[in-house]
Protein backbone atom coordinates (compact mmCIF):
# COMPACT_ATOMS: atom_id res chain seq x y z
CA UNK A 1 0.00 0.00 0.00
CA UNK A 2 2.83 2.08 0.55
CA UNK A 3 4.42 1.97 -2.59
CA UNK A 4 0.98 2.71 -4.28
CA UNK A 5 0.27 6.13 -2.24
CA UNK A 6 4.46 6.96 -3.02
CA UNK A 7 3.34 6.29 -6.70
CA UNK A 8 0.34 8.74 -6.32
CA UNK A 9 2.40 11.51 -5.10
CA UNK A 10 4.59 11.15 -8.18
CA UNK A 11 1.85 10.68 -10.66
CA UNK A 12 -1.05 12.87 -9.31
CA UNK A 13 0.78 15.85 -9.50
CA UNK A 14 2.26 14.81 -12.92
CA UNK A 15 -1.27 14.41 -14.50
CA UNK A 16 -2.75 17.57 -13.01
CA UNK A 17 -0.08 19.55 -14.79
CA UNK A 18 -0.64 17.38 -18.03
CA UNK A 19 -4.56 18.36 -17.67
CA UNK A 20 -3.59 21.97 -16.73
CA UNK A 21 -1.12 22.30 -20.03
CA UNK A 22 -3.46 20.29 -22.25
CA UNK A 23 -6.07 23.06 -21.13
CA UNK A 24 -3.82 26.04 -21.18
CA UNK A 25 -2.83 25.20 -24.96
CA UNK A 26 -6.28 24.43 -26.05
CA UNK A 27 -7.15 27.76 -24.81
CA UNK A 28 -4.40 29.72 -26.43
CA UNK A 29 -4.42 27.71 -30.17
CA UNK A 30 -8.53 28.54 -29.89
CA UNK A 31 -7.35 32.28 -29.08
CA UNK A 32 -5.18 32.20 -32.10
CA UNK A 33 -7.58 30.82 -34.40
CA UNK A 34 -9.72 33.57 -33.79
CA UNK A 35 -7.12 36.04 -34.12
CA UNK A 36 -6.11 34.89 -37.37
CA UNK A 37 -10.01 34.98 -38.48
CA UNK A 38 -10.39 37.95 -37.82
CA UNK A 39 -7.66 39.22 -39.13
CA UNK A 40 -8.29 37.43 -42.34
CA UNK A 41 -11.72 39.05 -42.39
CA UNK A 42 -10.42 42.52 -41.66
CA UNK A 43 -8.67 42.01 -44.81
CA UNK A 44 -11.21 40.65 -46.81
CA UNK A 45 -13.52 43.70 -45.90
CA UNK A 46 -10.85 45.95 -46.31
CA UNK A 47 -10.90 44.57 -50.36
CA UNK A 48 -14.04 43.96 -50.66
CA UNK A 49 -15.90 47.28 -49.04
CA UNK A 50 -15.38 49.46 -52.24
CA UNK A 51 -16.80 47.05 -54.17
CA UNK A 52 -19.40 46.21 -52.21
CA UNK A 53 -20.43 50.28 -52.35
CA UNK A 54 -19.71 50.24 -56.14
CA UNK A 55 -22.61 47.75 -56.30
CA UNK A 56 -24.49 49.86 -54.27
CA UNK A 57 -23.93 52.89 -56.37
CA UNK A 58 -24.83 50.71 -59.36
CA UNK A 59 -28.20 49.57 -58.20
CA UNK A 60 -28.89 53.06 -57.30
CA UNK A 61 -28.31 54.43 -60.30
CA UNK A 62 -30.39 51.59 -61.79
CA UNK A 63 -33.31 52.87 -59.82
CA UNK A 64 -32.74 56.39 -60.69
CA UNK A 65 -32.70 55.41 -64.12
CA UNK A 66 -35.89 53.82 -64.38
CA UNK A 67 -37.84 55.97 -61.95
CA UNK A 68 -40.09 57.36 -65.31
CA UNK A 69 -39.32 61.04 -65.18
CA UNK A 70 -35.57 59.72 -66.26
CA UNK A 71 -37.34 56.97 -68.36
CA UNK A 72 -38.79 59.03 -70.41
CA UNK A 73 -35.78 61.41 -70.98
CA UNK A 74 -33.46 58.68 -72.22
CA UNK A 75 -36.26 56.97 -74.24
CA UNK A 76 -37.55 59.20 -77.18
CA UNK A 77 -41.13 59.30 -78.13
CA UNK A 78 -41.13 61.49 -81.09
CA UNK A 79 -43.09 59.26 -84.19
CA UNK A 80 -44.38 56.60 -82.70
CA UNK A 81 -47.36 55.11 -81.39
CA UNK A 82 -48.34 53.99 -77.47
CA UNK A 83 -48.02 50.10 -78.49
CA UNK A 84 -44.62 51.11 -79.41
CA UNK A 85 -43.21 52.67 -77.23
CA UNK A 86 -44.62 50.78 -74.35
CA UNK A 87 -42.71 48.37 -75.12
CA UNK A 88 -39.85 50.47 -75.98
CA UNK A 89 -40.03 51.53 -72.21
CA UNK A 90 -40.19 48.14 -70.74
CA UNK A 91 -37.30 46.59 -72.97
CA UNK A 92 -35.35 49.68 -71.95
CA UNK A 93 -36.13 48.74 -68.01
CA UNK A 94 -35.48 44.57 -68.57
CA UNK A 95 -31.85 45.42 -69.87
CA UNK A 96 -30.86 48.25 -67.20
CA UNK A 97 -32.00 45.06 -64.66
CA UNK A 98 -30.06 42.37 -66.69
CA UNK A 99 -27.10 44.90 -66.83
CA UNK A 100 -27.26 45.06 -63.38
CA UNK A 101 -28.05 41.61 -62.13
CA UNK A 102 -24.52 40.77 -60.67
CA UNK A 103 -25.15 43.53 -58.07
CA UNK A 104 -27.02 41.14 -56.36
CA UNK A 105 -24.31 39.12 -54.85
CA UNK A 106 -23.16 42.57 -52.77
CA UNK A 107 -26.84 42.89 -51.64
CA UNK A 108 -28.64 42.21 -48.72
CA UNK A 109 -31.88 39.84 -49.56
CA UNK A 110 -34.04 42.15 -48.30
CA UNK A 111 -32.54 45.03 -50.31
CA UNK A 112 -32.60 42.99 -53.66
CA UNK A 113 -35.94 41.93 -53.13
CA UNK A 114 -37.02 45.89 -52.90
CA UNK A 115 -34.69 46.56 -56.43
CA UNK A 116 -36.82 43.45 -57.96
CA UNK A 117 -39.97 44.69 -56.61
CA UNK A 118 -39.27 48.10 -57.94
CA UNK A 119 -38.55 47.19 -61.53
CA UNK A 120 -41.79 45.14 -61.26
CA UNK A 121 -43.79 47.65 -60.35
CA UNK A 122 -42.55 49.73 -62.58
CA UNK A 123 -42.94 47.54 -65.58
CA UNK A 124 -46.73 46.75 -64.46
CA UNK A 125 -47.16 50.19 -64.16
CA UNK A 126 -46.65 51.51 -67.60
CA UNK A 127 -48.02 48.44 -68.52
CA UNK A 128 -51.56 49.34 -66.46
CA UNK A 129 -51.14 52.90 -67.44
CA UNK A 130 -50.54 51.89 -71.56
CA UNK A 131 -54.30 50.16 -71.14
CA UNK A 132 -55.76 53.48 -70.44
CA UNK A 133 -54.66 55.43 -73.93
CA UNK A 134 -55.35 54.48 -77.48
CA UNK A 135 -52.81 51.87 -78.80
CA UNK A 136 -52.97 54.00 -82.01
CA UNK A 137 -52.36 57.45 -80.18
CA UNK A 138 -49.07 59.22 -80.14
CA UNK A 139 -46.29 58.46 -77.41
CA UNK A 140 -46.38 62.16 -76.43
CA UNK A 141 -50.01 60.97 -74.84
CA UNK A 142 -48.54 58.26 -73.15
CA UNK A 143 -45.28 60.54 -71.72
CA UNK A 144 -48.15 63.20 -70.28
CA UNK A 145 -50.62 60.27 -69.08
CA UNK A 146 -46.90 58.70 -66.91
CA UNK A 147 -45.91 61.76 -65.42
CA UNK A 148 -49.31 62.73 -64.38
CA UNK A 149 -49.91 59.76 -62.40
CA UNK A 150 -46.22 59.58 -60.96
CA UNK A 151 -46.67 62.88 -60.14
CA UNK A 152 -49.94 61.76 -58.28
CA UNK A 153 -48.35 59.28 -56.41
CA UNK A 154 -47.00 60.13 -53.22
CA UNK A 155 -44.07 57.64 -53.29
CA UNK A 156 -42.37 55.63 -55.94
CA UNK A 157 -41.48 51.93 -55.20
CA UNK A 158 -37.92 52.51 -56.93
CA UNK A 159 -37.47 55.85 -54.12
CA UNK A 160 -38.54 53.24 -51.77
CA UNK A 161 -36.03 51.15 -52.51
CA UNK A 162 -33.31 53.74 -52.89
CA UNK A 163 -34.38 55.01 -49.62
CA UNK A 164 -33.66 51.09 -48.34
CA UNK A 165 -30.36 50.90 -49.89
CA UNK A 166 -29.36 54.45 -48.25
CA UNK A 167 -30.20 53.04 -44.92
CA UNK A 168 -28.68 50.24 -45.05
CA UNK A 169 -25.48 51.37 -46.30
CA UNK A 170 -25.48 53.66 -42.87
CA UNK A 171 -25.96 50.87 -41.03
CA UNK A 172 -23.49 48.58 -42.50
CA UNK A 173 -20.87 50.81 -43.11
Known sequence: MEVFIEILKYALPSIFLLVLTYMMLSNFMDNEEKRRMYFLKKETQKSALPVRMSAYERVALFLERIHPDRLLI??????????????????????????????????????????VNAKSATVGMINNWAQEVDPNAPAADFSRLILEKVMEMDSFPTKKAVRYLKGEIRSNF
Open 74 to 115: RVPSKGIKVHHYRTLLVENIRMEFEHNLSQQIYLSDEAWGLV
